[in-house]
């Protein structure tokens, strides 16, 4: 088993309960951990035997895109996806971080993590 990790994806959307932050948006991060079984393309350098990041990115922006009210609602949507999308996937671990959420409060991040 092998941990392959997308950290930092950054992105600005429109979630929240609040309809300034569905109107204003907001800086997110995204991580993703992987477990994975990928001897055959450590073995054979062929990026079809492993998780193609570029896919990973591209699925969690699409994800991303779609306004939600709960980052917990966008977080499991990303994992389900990515999951369902790569076969070599054993488990993983999505995290999506809200920066600056409008709290009474001076707050750097929320976040919220999911595992599958």
């Given at each position: 088993m092998s941990l392959i990790a997308i950290e930092g994806?950054?992105?600005?959307?429109?979630?929240?309960?609040?309809?300034e932050e569905q109107v204003l948006g907001g800086k997110y991060t995204v991580d993703i951990y992987m477990n994975v079984e990928v001897n055959e393309a450590s073995l054979t350098d062929n990026l079809e035997k492993t998780i193609n990041y570029?896919?990973?990115y591209k699925i969690t922006k699409a994800e991303m895109?779609?306004?939600?009210?709960?980052?917990?609602?966008?977080?499991?949507?990303?994992?389900?996806?990515?999951?369902?999308?790569?076969t070599q996937i054993q488990s993983l671990?999505?995290?999506?971080?809200?920066?600056?959420?409008?709290?009474?409060?001076?707050?750097?991040?929320?976040?919220?993590?999911?595992?599958?």
């Open positions: 994806m950054q992105f600005y959307a429109h979630h929240g309960y609040y309809k570029e896919e990973v895109e779609q306004r939600s009210k709960l980052i917990e609602h966008v977080c499991v949507r990303i994992a389900q996806r990515v999951k369902n999308n790569f671990k999505v995290r999506v971080s809200k920066f600056q959420p409008p709290l009474k409060g001076n707050v750097e991040r929320v976040f919220f993590e999911t595992e599958l």
